[in-house]
């Protein structure tokens, strides 16, 4: 069982016989974790907030941990200073011995699910269910935990049809539902030939992830401007090459795409809740030619502003 006792920051909303409930006292963030069976927890992660801090307390025992992401992205921060992203997709294999507290959510929103695996605690579990296929546990561990303590898989097709069933899940047979669902996930990992993943190094250092977040901090305070890539270069003091890397890596799409997707969802409220005119909001959020915004916008939204404005106004 996954413990946040010791976290100021998180404390317990609800407990029943097979699941807690976890909220953030500062920021909205929930965790509902569902303890499947003995040394096995499926935890659903909500969040919509910057940052965050939680610890995983597994009183000494070792976990694989598995993190799967649904919508927008998380950061976590290594006790080197180094840092890695999750985005939507894709999946991590860790044993929670290298992260620190503090994690982020870059595009301040994530939804995912983390499955725990006490490596001691489960096997006797695991047993019943008979499988000619023997799980060895210990050397599964190893296989994502020996070298380092973070293993990424990026948007594998047959990862996303494990966890796609685990977000509709009827209440009524929620936890039988689980527990094939996280047998299902242990022999997808225990055949998952890792040969192709291990030159991936998707970590970026503290003072890398510092400058993109302050580029990214200045693009929405200067929506309004054109912010071109050899400027903001110049201006943060980061090579070309690694601004772009960096920021795809922290925001999960290219510089000129976030500023486009800002500014869209920036124009869509300012639709919804603002008595301006299209062209003001047009030129609000840095275009100068209202056609030119209005091709933008379909682009992204499927329909122009004004039949966006009369489809979401009372």
């Not at 006792?5 to 407990?15: M, Q, S």
């Not at 601004?243 to 000129?256: E, L």
Request: charged share 30%.
């Amino acid at each position: 069982m996954v413990s946040f006792g010791f976290n100021a920051e998180i404390e317990e909303h609800t407990r029943s016989r097979d699941c807690s409930v976890y909220r953030m006292k500062d920021g909205d963030g929930v965790m509902t974790c569902y303890h499947v069976m003995p040394g096995v927890d499926v935890i659903y992660n909500d969040f919509h907030m910057e940052r965050g801090s939680a610890r995983y307390d597994s009183h000494g025992k070792r976990v694989l941990s598995i993190d799967h992401c649904r919508e927008g992205r998380i950061e976590w921060e290594h006790k080197d200073g180094t840092f890695c992203y999750l985005g939507e997709r894709d999946l991590q294999a860790s044993g929670k011995t290298d992260h620190v507290d503090s994690y982020g959510f870059p595009t301040r929103h994530y939804h995912g699910i983390t499955v725990n695996y006490y490596i001691d605690e489960c096997r006797e579990g695991l047993k019943k269910f008979g499988f000619r296929y023997d799980i060895d546990m210990e050397e599964l561990f190893d296989k994502f935990c020996r070298n380092k303590d973070s293993f990424i898989v990026r948007s594998d097709e047959s990862i996303q049809h494990i966890f796609s069933e685990l977000y509709v899940v009827p209440d009524e047979i929620r936890m039988d539902y689980l527990k094939l669902k996280v047998m299902e996930l242990l022999l997808f990992l225990c055949t998952l030939d890792i040969s192709g993943y291990t030159s991936e190094r998707p970590y970026f250092s503290r003072s890398q992830v510092a400058k993109i977040k302050d580029i990214e901090a200045y693009i929405r305070e200067n929506m309004g401007t054109d912010c071109k890539l050899a400027c903001l270069s110049e201006k943060f003091g980061i090579s070309m090459t690694a601004m772009k890397s960096c920021f795809k890596g922290i925001y999960g799409m290219s510089i000129y795409a976030y500023i486009k997707n800002y500014r869209m969802n920036t124009a869509a409220e300012m639709l919804r809740n603002s008595e301006e005119s299209i062209t003001d909001i047009a030129f609000n959020v840095g275009y100068l030619n209202p056609s030119k915004f209005s091709s933008a916008f379909k682009s992204q939204f499927g329909c122009s502003p004004m039949e966006y404005k009369k489809a979401n106004r009372s």
